[in-house]
């Protein structure tokens, strides 16, 4: 058993455990009672005994019910602890952050969204896939260890010589299950590449069929297409004639279990030796009792699916997390004063440092904007900042206090973001608005949209303000996603304003728009700003340049107009 | 269903041969009781030993066979099974292949699914079709063997089989269908949570709303638990009513049986076959669950095996030799459905252009002005709601695709790289080409220096979607491929993206300097070395805006200027 199967099994409750072997043993017992009167009536020619058979009958029905109804329970409530502990853990981000912080580049940033659609997929069909697990092998397990010796009790009660076969040719099922199951997964392994490849195929020129009619190549891709599949049935018709021989050989050995239980049982009813009714109750128990042990690989093999899922999920929740925060309270609503401090962060798995070094004073009040080409650490910054990433060394003081002793939640209250490539949530365009502040008035989240340039494209929605967004509802473009989170910052009101402008090219009137939206939401308040465009720039005080992690230059908004003139001379 | 049939059709003899191994396993199952059950009661009889010998025979036999048959079955329903795969899976690419416009190749969901769908194939013959036909042989086989042993008691062995595997399997299909469909919605809507919570976790705890929207996903993970419930439950009544069912039809088999004045043996014959018989039939219930989840993407395959392919024109126009003009006449092209932005309403709203033949072009503008429909538009992948795009003076739309295509060729943002080796990759291009050609272009795209680092070299298998590889030695690989191809028009789309930006100035000046080639229509985003472009083009939502050549578009106010700008403030 691998350590997952046994992590799995130790999340069953102890009663649940007892309950499903208490109901696997009275399996066990009415099975052999219902064995007990069949013979008996048959043996008998007595009609009267098939009456409590058919309430032994309906009491295997009602067990059986019962279990899959505990099996069942015992199997939500493991998807469910392991769901609710997924959805309190972040995917695999950079400095212990929470999901969907951008690795400091678009790159990290593009693989924090497929770690989060495997994330997804694990949460719904991956932890599904344990139901098997739960409802088929556990109970099947627990009948496995029980059902045999109580067929096997019977047995010798009724007839010692048929029982002494059983008792010696039962454990060669396991026996033989795990010799040929060992033979089979080397054999399968070492094919295990080739099936992937070939399987694969199918995928790989599905998903390059636009390029594939663009050089032509269709015609001949659908040749290939046939063959490779051709190849792949071969291969795996090849490695099942070897998988399937296990449960061929556990079959015979069945057959031949019961054949020499039975021939002695047919010689000895000939000679007079026993009576019918005991014949046949060995008859019909004898295959019930290798039964629930051949059962038993085949649920396994069924909840094998399960079991790479829980796999997955283990390891999910064994990545260690990040900081929590201090606890220290500021309550001030006033503009803070921020000094950062020689702050270097190094993203893990990354050899150059983000940020190496970085001391910036930002005084209350006073808005600055960071510029530098991309992957320079401009956005790292602005995460520090949020606490969304911890220095690996250095300071970030908030009013001589450091962030790293503030209650984190306290602080956020004090900040409002405009991320680079804003989530839209799948709540209404009103709803994705007020996350800051949910109680909000309607009045104040139109008059947030319309302070960010916004209140036009939302009325032109579908359903104005209670237009549902995100995944399955509408989509925004880059521009409209990013005047909403100016809304939505402008409505929380916090005295700090972090901006970061999106890298993609907006078209002009979009941009003239956030210009104008960005321009009312930072007015008055503290704003560290990352620009990318020169309009941007109008709004700061003052301009620090990036490059490599390192501030490089710090100036007057005029310094970086110059700095353009320069260029487009140069190059000119 | 047609759309899977027509992939069995030719393997219709290999199908009847498993599925007659399966009826065949089935029935020896139920010989093999029935003849044990007959030998035992019998033997009671003391008889001899020579009445008995042909029962014994019979035992042995049947057991032998019935797992050798089981194991034929399997092997030749797999067999089946996956050589209507492939058949299917060719007929899906072809169909596939005929279409004009595809899924979008980034689009795994529907990508997933599509793969999906058509491995439905092997379920519905392995885990439907087959069993379904080996539990029906072997119920009625049950009746028979009932009805010579005991007339009376095969009526209820008919009946018990019929509730298995006709009431049950029904009650399965119907509530099963409606208990998964209501965890598929709570499934989807978890997704949608989950989603939030794990891609915009940051803005969650910045803006103090994760608390909230973590209460909600559980929420919704709570509904879901509840809705699996009701499926756990329609499970375990199916398991219940079959453990019943099988019981009494063998009770109240064995009672008729001996009300009629039936001996020991009968009645041993009557109630074990019975028991047998139904165990038969009860897999009936999981292959209609199953059957119901198969239906949806059988319909899926045949809707798309019966999609006509697009209009060709009757009398295509050939198209000149050599290096082609291309000119757009007032072409509006509408955005896609599946397009997520619901801004603007027409991708390229009335271009007016002309590109002189062996001129190269560049064509800037914000993301979703409409670059990459352009390019589209030249090489027919997308056809214009109104207008005309002329290639070498000859409509688009009345020449062949097929033609067009192979003169307009390049790197496009869909380029996809195989799960082959980099001169496969290459060699697609140009199937013909030698290693000198290969070589040519993979130094213009600076991929020479990474296939040199590459352990295999050129014979080095990429993985799929270009795995293996970084997002720039991917980008160069796509664009040998294109320069491999050397077409009339040329037309790249963000060539030297995911490059660092010296090399991809560097390529982007090469390409608009270097002598040869056709046609050159280039889209990017860094301005940095277009002055050698003949020409920039400047589009904004779907207009030309600006056009001229790169120094004079600096010399006057504008959108190039503000792009410009914003260049170098990021440098």
């Given at each position: 058993?691998?350590?997952?199967e046994?992590?799995?099994?130790?999340?069953?409750?102890?009663?649940?455990?007892?309950?499903?072997?208490?109901?696997?043993?009275?399996?066990?017992?009415?099975?052999?009672?219902?064995?007990?009167?069949?013979?008996?009536a048959?043996?008998?020619?007595?009609?009267w005994?098939?009456?409590?058979?058919a309430?032994?009958?309906?009491?295997?029905?009602?067990?059986?019910?019962?279990?899959?109804?505990?099996?069942?329970?015992a199997?939500?409530?493991?998807?469910?602890?392991?769901?609710?502990?997924?959805?309190?853990?972040?995917?695999g981000?950079?400095?212990?952050a929470?999901?969907?912080?951008?690795g400091?580049?678009?790159?990290?940033?593009s693989s924090?969204?497929g770690?989060a659609?495997?994330?997804?997929?694990?949460?719904?069909?991956?932890?599904?896939?344990?139901?098997p697990?739960?409802?088929?092998?556990?109970p099947?397990?627990l009948a496995?260890?029980?059902?045999?010796?109580?067929?096997?009790?019977?047995l010798?009660?009724a007839?010692?010589?048929?029982?002494l076969?059983?008792?010696?040719?039962?454990?060669?099922?396991?026996?033989?299950?795990?010799?040929?199951g060992?033979?089979?997964?080397?054999?399968?392994?070492?094919?295990?590449?080739?099936?992937?490849?070939?399987?694969?195929?199918f995928?790989?020129?599905?998903?390059?069929?636009?390029?594939?009619?663009?050089?032509?190549?269709?015609?001949?891709?659908s040749?290939?297409?046939r063959?490779l599949?051709?190849?792949?049935?071969?291969?795996?018709?090849?490695?099942?004639?070897?998988?399937f021989?296990?449960?061929?050989?556990?079959?015979?050995?069945?057959?031949?279990?019961?054949?020499?239980?039975?021939v002695?049982?047919?010689?000895?009813?000939?000679?007079?030796?026993?009576?019918?009714?005991?014949?046949?109750?060995?008859?019909?128990l004898?295959p019930?009792?290798?039964?629930?042990?051949?059962?038993?690989?085949?649920?396994?093999?069924a909840?094998?699916?399960?079991?790479?899922?829980?796999?997955?999920a283990?390891?999910?929740?064994?990545?260690?997390?990040?900081?929590?925060?201090?606890?220290?309270?500021?309550?001030?609503?006033?503009a803070?004063?921020i000094?950062?401090e020689?702050?270097?962060?190094?993203y893990?798995?990354?050899?150059?440092a983000?940020?190496?070094?970085?001391?910036?004073?930002?005084a209350?009040?006073?808005?600055?904007?960071?510029?530098?080409?991309?992957?320079?650490?401009?956005?790292?910054?602005l995460?520090?900042?949020?606490?969304?990433?911890?220095?690996?060394?250095?300071?970030?003081?908030?009013?001589?206090?450091?962030?790293?002793?503030?209650?984190?939640?306290?602080?956020?209250?004090?900040?409002?973001?405009?991320?680079?490539?804003?989530?839209?949530?799948a709540?209404?365009?009103?709803?994705?608005?007020?996350l800051?502040?949910?109680?909000?008035?309607?009045?104040?989240?139109?008059e947030?949209?319309r302070a960010?340039?916004?209140?036009?494209?939302?009325?032109?929605?579908p359903?104005?303000?209670?237009?549902?967004?995100?995944?399955?509802?509408?989509?925004?473009?880059?521009?409209?996603?990013?005047?909403?989170?100016?809304?939505?910052?402008?409505l929380?009101?916090?005295p700090?304003?972090?901006?970061?402008?999106?890298?993609?090219r907006?078209?002009l009137?979009?941009e003239?728009?956030?210009?104008?939206g960005?321009?009312?939401?930072?007015?008055?308040?503290?704003a560290?700003i990352v620009?990318?465009?020169?309009?941007?720039?109008?709004?700061?005080g003052?301009?620090?340049?990036?490059?490599?992690?390192?501030?490089?230059?710090?100036?007057?908004?005029?310094?970086?107009?110059?700095?353009?003139?320069?260029?487009?001379?140069a190059?000119? | 269903?047609?759309?899977?049939?027509?992939?069995?059709?030719?393997?219709?003899?290999?199908?009847?041969?498993?599925?007659?191994?399966?009826?065949?396993?089935?029935?020896?199952?139920?010989?093999?009781?029935?003849?044990?059950?007959?030998?035992?009661?019998?033997?009671a009889?003391?008889?001899g030993?020579?009445?008995?010998s042909?029962?014994i025979?019979?035992?042995?036999?049947?057991?032998?066979?019935?797992?050798s048959?089981?194991?034929?079955?399997?092997l030749?329903?797999?067999?089946?099974?996956?050589?209507?795969?492939?058949?299917?899976?060719?007929?899906?690419?072809?169909?596939?292949?005929?279409?004009?416009?595809?899924?979008?190749?980034?689009?795994?969901?529907?990508?997933?699914?599509?793969?999906?769908d058509?491995?439905?194939?092997?379920?519905?013959?392995?885990?439907?079709?087959l069993?379904?036909v080996?539990?029906?042989?072997?119920?009625?086989?049950?009746?028979?063997v009932?009805?010579?042993?005991?007339?009376?008691a095969?009526?209820?062995?008919?009946?018990g089989?019929?509730?298995?595997?006709v009431?049950?399997?029904?009650v399965?299909w119907?509530?099963g269908?409606?208990?998964?469909?209501?965890?598929?919605?709570?499934?989807?809507?978890?997704a949608?949570?989950?989603?939030?919570l794990?891609?915009?976790?940051a803005?969650l705890?910045?803006?103090g709303?994760?608390?909230?929207?973590?209460?909600?996903?559980?929420?919704?993970?709570?509904?879901?638990?509840?809705?699996?419930?009701?499926?756990t439950?329609v499970?375990?009544?199916?398991?219940?009513?079959?453990f019943?069912?099988?019981?009494?039809?063998?009770?109240?088999?064995?009672?008729?049986?001996?009300?009629?004045?039936?001996?020991?043996?009968?009645?041993a014959?009557?109630?074990?076959?019975?028991?047998?018989?139904?165990?038969?039939?009860?897999?009936?219930?999981?292959?209609?669950?199953?059957?119901?989840?198969?239906?949806?993407a059988?319909?899926?395959?045949?809707?798309?095996?019966?999609?006509?392919?697009?209009?060709r024109p009757?009398r295509?126009?050939?198209?000149?030799?050599?290096?082609?003009?291309?000119?757009?006449?007032?072409?509006?092209v509408?955005?896609?459905?599946a397009?997520d932005?619901?801004s603007?309403?027409?991708?390229?709203?009335?271009?007016d252009?002309?590109?002189?033949?062996?001129?190269?072009?560049?064509?800037v503008?914000?993301?979703?002005a409409?670059?990459?429909?352009l390019?589209a538009?030249?090489?027919?992948?997308?056809?214009?709601?109104?207008?005309?795009?002329?290639?070498?003076?000859?409509?688009?739309?009345?020449c062949?695709p097929?033609?067009?295509?192979?003169?307009?060729?390049?790197?496009?943002q869909?380029?996809h790289?195989?799960?082959?080796?980099?001169?496969?990759?290459l060699m697609?291009?140009?199937?013909d080409?030698?290693?000198?050609?290969?070589?040519?272009?993979?130094?213009?795209?600076?991929?020479?220096?990474?296939?040199?680092g590459?352990p295999?070299?050129?014979?080095?298998?990429?993985?799929?979607?270009?795995?293996?590889?970084?997002?720039?030695?991917?980008?160069?690989l796509?664009?040998?491929?294109a320069?491999?191809?050397d077409?009339?028009?040329?037309?790249?789309d963000?060539?030297?993206?995911?490059?660092?930006?010296?090399?991809?100035?560097?390529?982007?000046?090469?390409?608009?300097?270097?002598?040869?080639?056709?046609?050159?229509?280039l889209v990017?985003?860094?301005?940095?070395?277009?002055?050698?472009a003949?020409?920039?083009?400047?589009?904004?939502?779907?207009k030309?805006?600006?056009r001229?050549?790169?120094e004079?578009?600096?010399?006057?106010?504008?959108?190039?200027?503000?792009?410009?700008?914003?260049?170098?403030?990021?440098?």
């Amino acid at each position: 058993m691998k350590p997952v199967e046994r992590r799995l099994l130790r999340r069953l409750p102890r009663r649940v455990v007892v309950v499903l072997g208490a109901l696997a043993a009275g399996q066990g017992v009415l099975l052999v009672a219902q064995a007990d009167l069949l013979a008996r009536a048959i043996a008998g020619l007595d009609a009267w005994s098939l009456l409590p058979l058919a309430g032994v009958v309906a009491g295997r029905a009602a067990l059986a019910w019962v279990t899959s109804g505990v099996a069942g329970r015992a199997a939500a409530a493991a998807k469910r602890e392991l769901r609710d502990a997924l959805l309190a853990r972040p995917t695999g981000t950079p400095g212990g952050a929470p999901a969907g912080v951008p690795g400091g580049n678009s790159a990290g940033a593009s693989s924090a969204g497929g770690g989060a659609g495997e994330r997804v997929t694990l949460l719904t069909r991956g932890l599904d896939a344990l139901d098997p697990f739960f409802t088929g092998y556990v109970p099947q397990l627990l009948a496995a260890c029980v059902v045999p010796v109580l067929v096997l009790a019977r047995l010798f009660t009724a007839d010692w010589a048929s029982a002494l076969v059983v008792a010696a040719t039962v454990p060669l099922v396991p026996v033989f299950g795990a010799l040929v199951g060992m033979r089979t997964a080397a054999l399968t392994g070492r094919q295990w590449g080739l099936l992937q490849r070939l399987g694969g195929h199918f995928r790989d020129v599905l998903a390059g069929l636009p390029t594939l009619r663009a050089f032509g190549r269709t015609g001949h891709q659908s040749v290939v297409v046939r063959e490779l599949a051709g190849e792949h049935r071969r291969a795996t018709v090849g490695a099942l004639r070897v998988a399937f021989l296990s449960s061929l050989v556990l079959e015979l050995v069945c057959a031949l279990s019961v054949a020499l239980v039975a021939v002695p049982v047919g010689l000895r009813l000939l000679d007079g030796d026993m009576a019918l009714s005991t014949g046949l109750l060995v008859l019909i128990l004898t295959p019930e009792a290798y039964l629930p042990l051949r059962a038993l690989g085949a649920r396994f093999h069924a909840s094998a699916e399960g079991v790479a899922a829980a796999e997955q999920a283990f390891a999910a929740l064994d990545a260690p997390v990040g900081r929590v925060g201090g606890v220290l309270p500021r309550g001030r609503a006033a503009a803070p004063e921020i000094v950062l401090e020689d702050v270097t962060v190094r993203y893990p798995g990354s050899d150059r440092a983000a940020l190496e070094g970085v001391s910036l004073r930002i005084a209350p009040g006073e808005r600055v904007a960071v510029a530098g080409p991309s992957g320079a650490g401009k956005s790292t910054l602005l995460l520090v900042l949020l606490g969304l990433v911890t220095p690996e060394s250095g300071r970030v003081l908030v009013d001589g206090v450091e962030l790293a002793e503030l209650d984190l939640a306290e602080w956020r209250r004090r900040v409002g973001w405009v991320p680079q490539s804003p989530h839209l949530f799948a709540a209404s365009v009103a709803g994705n608005i007020r996350l800051g502040a949910p109680d909000a008035p309607d009045e104040r989240v139109v008059e947030a949209a319309r302070a960010a340039a916004a209140d036009g494209f939302i009325e032109a929605l579908p359903h104005g303000y209670e237009t549902v967004l995100g995944e399955g509802g509408a989509g925004l473009s880059a521009g409209q996603r990013q005047r909403l989170a100016v809304a939505r910052a402008y409505l929380t009101g916090a005295p700090l304003m972090v901006l970061d402008e999106p890298s993609a090219r907006l078209d002009l009137a979009s941009e003239r728009a956030l210009v104008e939206g960005a321009s009312r939401l930072l007015a008055g308040r503290t704003a560290l700003i990352v620009a990318h465009r020169p309009a941007l720039l109008g709004l700061a005080g003052r301009v620090v340049r990036m490059r490599n992690g390192r501030l490089v230059e710090s100036g007057t908004e005029a310094d970086a107009e110059t700095g353009g003139e320069t260029g487009r001379e140069a190059a000119a | 269903m047609n759309g899977m049939w027509s992939a069995v059709r030719p393997y219709t003899a290999r199908l009847l041969a498993a599925g007659l191994a399966g009826v065949a396993a089935e029935l020896c199952g139920l010989g093999l009781v029935a003849a044990a059950a007959w030998l035992i009661a019998r033997a009671a009889q003391q008889p001899g030993l020579a009445a008995l010998s042909l029962a014994i025979v019979a035992v042995r036999g049947f057991a032998v066979a019935k797992g050798s048959l089981r194991y034929a079955e399997r092997l030749a329903g797999h067999d089946v099974a996956l050589r209507a795969l492939a058949e299917l899976r060719g007929r899906v690419f072809d169909a596939l292949a005929a279409r004009r416009r595809d899924l979008a190749s980034r689009d795994g969901d529907a990508l997933t699914r599509m793969v999906s769908d058509v491995d439905a194939v092997q379920d519905l013959l392995l885990r439907c079709l087959l069993p379904a036909v080996a539990a029906v042989v072997c119920g009625v086989a049950g009746v028979v063997v009932c009805a010579v042993a005991a007339p009376g008691a095969a009526f209820v062995v008919a009946g018990g089989l019929l509730a298995a595997g006709v009431v049950v399997p029904w009650v399965a299909w119907a509530s099963g269908g409606r208990a998964a469909a209501r965890a598929a919605a709570e499934r989807e809507r978890l997704a949608v949570r989950a989603l939030d919570l794990l891609e915009g976790g940051a803005e969650l705890a910045v803006f103090g709303a994760s608390g909230r929207f973590a209460a909600a996903a559980r929420e919704s993970a709570a509904r879901l638990e509840d809705a699996e419930r009701v499926t756990t439950r329609v499970a375990g009544g199916v398991t219940a009513a079959g453990f019943l069912l099988q019981g009494l039809t063998a009770a109240g088999a064995a009672w008729v049986a001996v009300n009629a004045g039936a001996d020991e043996v009968a009645v041993a014959v009557v109630a074990l076959t019975a028991l047998v018989a139904v165990e038969a039939v009860l897999p009936l219930a999981s292959a209609a669950q199953r059957l119901r989840e198969v239906l949806p993407a059988s319909r899926r395959v045949a809707a798309l095996l019966a999609a006509p392919p697009p209009p060709r024109p009757e009398r295509p126009r050939p198209l000149p030799r050599g290096p082609l003009a291309v000119d757009f006449l007032g072409v509006r092209v509408a955005y896609d459905d599946a397009r997520d932005d619901a801004s603007g309403t027409y991708a390229l709203d009335g271009v007016d252009l002309t590109v002189e033949r062996g001129r190269r072009v560049a064509v800037v503008g914000a993301s979703g002005a409409g670059k990459s429909t352009l390019l589209a538009a030249i090489s027919g992948e997308v056809r214009p709601e109104s207008g005309t795009v002329r290639l070498g003076g000859q409509d688009v739309a009345f020449c062949d695709p097929g033609e067009v295509r192979s003169a307009v060729r390049g790197l496009t943002q869909d380029a996809h790289v195989f799960a082959t080796t980099v001169r496969g990759n290459l060699m697609l291009a140009r199937p013909d080409a030698t290693q000198a050609q290969l070589e040519a272009a993979a130094r213009r795209a600076r991929l020479l220096e990474v296939v040199d680092g590459l352990p295999g070299g050129w014979d080095t298998v990429v993985g799929e979607g270009g795995r293996g590889l970084s997002g720039g030695q991917r980008q160069r690989l796509l664009l040998a491929r294109a320069l491999l191809a050397d077409p009339p028009v040329l037309v790249l789309d963000e060539p030297a993206e995911a490059l660092d930006p010296a090399t991809a100035d560097e390529i982007t000046r090469e390409l608009l300097t270097l002598p040869g080639g056709g046609t050159l229509l280039l889209v990017t985003h860094r301005l940095a070395a277009l002055a050698a472009a003949d020409e920039v083009i400047v589009l904004d939502r779907g207009k030309v805006v600006q056009r001229g050549r790169h120094e004079n578009l600096l010399g006057r106010p504008g959108a190039y200027r503000d792009l410009w700008e914003s260049e170098l403030l990021t440098t």
